[in-house]
């Protein structure tokens, strides 16, 4: 089965900084990655997602993420974060004859 | 185009009690999942529905939940009787069909609380 680990529970950054949440899969033949946002009082949605391809993927909301097969990782990152981006963030894995797996989830506190 | 919608938002029940929740998928999407989401954790799959049909159920503790999608639409998530571990937000998703790379749109949750 597969597994994703998302190293960070909390990140803590100043506006216009910026970030990096990370996210480490358990590695398989073939993998597609997904990172969701859960923003206070919302239900998930689709940040973006790596399919195939080029392994830098763009999202929405200013995101992007590298899918990196050597390191198992797939680390979002935004070059200068808002106030409106704290939220949870979830990195998810699938892969043929798996089910979907989420992270533990990175609570991301953006401080003015 | 409306969205995932789930019922009730809340629910606190003493455990032993039997609970329901309630989801309606966005319209025309073929595949409904139900998540169990525990405070500090991630997302857990426990159905997945494609129209009405069951996928993959492999992580639904069998004994104590049960799911049904009559008709390929609505879907219904039941626990008798809870217990005290059951407590978790339960989250619904539906994506257009089934596919691994599908995005998959969430509605609000509910949140169960068993005393």
């Known amino acids: 089965a597969q597994s994703v680990t998302q190293l960070d529970s909390q990140v803590p950054v100043f506006e216009e900084a910026p970030v990096e949440l990370r996210c480490n899969y358990s590695s398989s033949v073939s993998v597609y990655l997904f990172w969701y946002v859960q923003y206070p009082n919302q239900g998930l949605q689709l940040l973006l997602k790596?399919?195939?391809?080029?392994?830098l993927v763009k999202g929405i909301n200013g995101f992007e993420a590298e899918f990196n097969k050597s390191q198992t990782s797939f680390h979002l990152r935004k070059p200068s974060v808002h106030i409106s981006d704290t939220a949870e963030y979830f990195c998810?894995?699938?892969?043929?004859?798996?089910?979907?797996?989420f992270g533990t989830g990175t609570s991301l506190t953006v401080i003015p | 185009e409306a969205g995932v919608a789930q019922s009730p938002r809340y629910k606190i029940i003493e455990k032993r009690q039997s609970v329901a929740f309630w989801c309606n998928p966005i319209s025309g999407h073929a595949t409904l999942y139900w998540y169990q989401q525990i405070l500090g954790q991630g997302p857990k799959l426990l159905i997945q529905?494609?129209?009405?049909?069951?996928?993959?159920d492999s992580q639904l503790p069998k004994d104590r939940f049960s799911a049904e999608r009559l008709k390929g639409v609505d879907s219904t998530l039941k626990i008798q009787p809870a217990k005290l571990e059951d407590s978790a937000v339960y989250l619904c998703?539906?994506?257009?069909?089934?596919?691994?790379?599908?995005?998959?749109?969430f509605g609000p949750g509910t949140r169960l609380t068993v005393l």
């Open positions: 529905f494609q129209n009405n049909g069951v996928v993959d």
């Open positions: 998703a539906s994506s257009p069909v089934r596919g691994l790379t599908d995005t998959q749109y």
């Open positions: 790596y399919l195939s391809g080029s392994t």
């Open positions: 998810a894995v699938t892969s043929t004859g798996n089910q979907f797996y």
